[in-house]
């Protein structure tokens, strides 16, 4: 099993990443409902979501450790 620490880091580059892009989209339309900006957002949104849940799994293994 890998370091969910790294994991959570990864998933949070990766949010930052496609949230530049969509910021760039939207910037390029002109508009934000565009599907491709709100692709982007979306799965900036679900790395972002993965990030905060590895991190919580991460604190709760290590507070049961301690126990």
């Known amino acids: 099993m890998r370091n969910l ?3 959570a880091v990864i998933y949070a580059i990766m949010g930052v ?3 530049y892009f969509a910021i760039q989209r939207a ?3 002109g508009t934000i409902w565009n599907w491709q900006t709100l692709i ?3 799965v900036a949104t679900l790395d ?3 990030s905060i849940k590895f991190i919580r799994i991460h604190l709760h293994h290590k507070n ?3 126990e």
């Open 5 to 7: 620490k790294t994991q």
């Open 27 to 29: 910037n390029e339309i």
């Open 48 to 50: 972002f979501g993965l």
């Open 17 to 19: 990443l496609f949230l």
């Open 40 to 42: 982007f957002a979306g």
């Open 64 to 66: 049961n450790k301690k």
